[in-house]
């Protein structure tokens, strides 16, 4: 039986790059199964030359079962020049998303169309759940940060709905910590994310949560050798949520033509192929991480006084309230809802340095603190002695952090080979569509 299942990533390359490299793999496991995925264009001051070329490239790179299709922007009357906060933004994309899945299903199209099998959105875009319940198929669900935050979202939502208590109060309390059922020790309150802390904010979050049980499945960016107490807590009988399928690493190794040519890079990757295997110390913040003057110069200094090889991918900070790509300083106040930028800013990151340093052993910790907005032109300033300190440490060859990074990565490789534990998730997926299907 041929199926059809449709994507919805939410706007922007975090979300929109995995989801099709999902969708990739998905076509390559069984050749039963089409996929279309609705792009959302980026919001205005949101959108970069990169991501601009990319979903271009996508657009001319459909093929007979893996299908792209870009929405327009919605026209809104001439006298409205207000502009719509981001999950209003991305529910104004309804009515296009379901004329496009209508179009998928027509019956009078000249070769009968795959059945509809279900439809899988973004973490971001559990609205779009509608879509599916009018249709009357499945919904999956996208999860693009790890499993260990996924666990600590639902168990908070958890907390606020059944227990009635409101982790926001955390804040101004003596409480140091919190067990959290998807780590193995308490999680500091300092590693709150400042969303979680924020009483206006947690609606907001909360509703979006409760969603996640509306769908028939979750598909996470991690594999279970990297996580296995989330997945302990994922699969026990007293989940929270519907099955939890670990695809990953989804990555993308392929570099596009447009990239290939790059005088730059092409340079760039010569001198890697050229230094010793772990021999280079690789800097890179994400597409919005950047440093003011002083802060990249003490990451400099540390660089120079450590003696190790180095690639740093340097971006100047964003001045506080706005967002985007580096050249393209947008204020986005008007935007997002009051504080958004702040609350979000770094939403899993501290939660990401706690598991790395502490849970997993897999990162050297710098400071003995895990605040701090990583894109904010007045963060507080890392020493150069620290940072050295840091590299040095990651560096030596006997490092236990070393041999522990070097095990998992071979365990990465080993999840997406055929039989390891991310191939497997990816043929119980297809398996569970196809019998949600009945």
């Known amino acids: 039986m041929k199926m059809e299942l449709v994507f919805i990533p939410s706007p922007g390359d975090g979300h929109l790059r995995p989801l099709v490299e999902v969708a990739k793999l998905l ?41 792209y299709n ?38 009078a199209q000249p070769e009968s169309p795959p ?18 319940n009018e249709f009357r198929v499945p919904s999956y669900m996208f999860y693009t940060s790890n499993a260990t935050f996924l666990g600590l979202q639902v168990h908070i939502q958890y907390l606020y709905d059944v227990k009635n208590y409101d982790v926001s109060d955390l804040k101004d309390s003596d409480t140091t910590e ?14 709150f994310p400042s969303v979680l802390l924020t ?34 807590f994922f699969s026990g009988v007293d989940s929270p949520l519907p099955t939890v399928y670990t695809v990953g690493p989804v990555i993308n190794l392929k570099i596009n033509g447009t990239i290939s040519s790059d005088d730059k890079q092409s340079e760039i990757l010569r001198w890697l192929d050229e230094q010793p295997r772990t021999s280079v110390v690789f800097l890179c913040f994400g597409s919005m991480g950047g440093f003011r003057e002083d802060q990249a110069k003490e990451i400099a200094i540390a660089l120079e006084r450590s003696g190790h090889r180095f690639l740093w991918s340097l971006r100047r900070a964003q001045p506080k309230g706005t ?18 930028l702040e609350r979000t800013a770094e939403i899993e990151q501290q939660v990401n340095a ?30 150069a002695e620290e940072i050295e300190r840091g590299i040095r440490s990651l560096m030596e060859q006997d490092s236990d952090v070393r041999s522990r990074v070097k ?32």
């Not at 059945?115 to 599916?132: E, Q, Y």
């Not at 947690?202 to 050798?225: D, H, M, W, Y």
């Open 178 to 191: 919190l067990e959290v059922p998807c780590l193995t020790r308490p999680l500091p309150v300092k590693c």
């Open 199 to 232: 009483k206006e904010w947690l609606p907001v979050l909360f509703s979006q949560t409760r969603r996640f049980r509306e769908t028939k499945g979750i598909l996470v960016n991690t594999f279970a050798e990297l996580e296995p107490q989330a997945m302990k």
């Open 323 to 340: 967002m985007g790509p580096p050249g393209e300083f947008a204020n986005l106040e008007e935007i997002l809802p009051e504080g958004f």
């Open 115 to 132: 059945r509809l099998a279900g439809i899988v959105v973004d973490m971001f875009c559990t609205m779009m759940i509608d879509v599916a």
């Open 407 to 438: 095990e998992m990565s071979e365990k990465s490789h080993v999840a997406l080979l055929d039989g390891g534990s991310s191939h497997v998730a990816l043929l119980k997926f297809i398996q569970d569509v196809t019998k949600n299907l009945s």
């Open 70 to 107: 870009v929405l327009s922007v919605p026209d809104k009357p001439a006298s409205d020049d207000s502009k719509p906060h981001f999950f209003d933004y991305i529910d104004g994309f309804k009515p296009q998303v379901k004329a496009t899945v209508e179009k998928l299903t027509d019956p």
């Open 27 to 67: 076509v390559d496991r069984d050749d039963h199964l089409s996929i279309t995925i609705i792009i959302i264009p980026q919001m205005h001051g949101f959108s970069s030359g990169n991501s601009s070329s990319y979903i271009a490239s996508l657009s001319s790179a459909s093929e007979e079962r893996l299908r």
């Open 354 to 383: 706690f598991e790395m340093v502490e849970e997993l052993g897999l990162a050297v910790e710098i400071r003995n603190s895990f605040r701090g907005d990583f894109m904010a032109a007045d963060s507080e300033l890392m020493t």
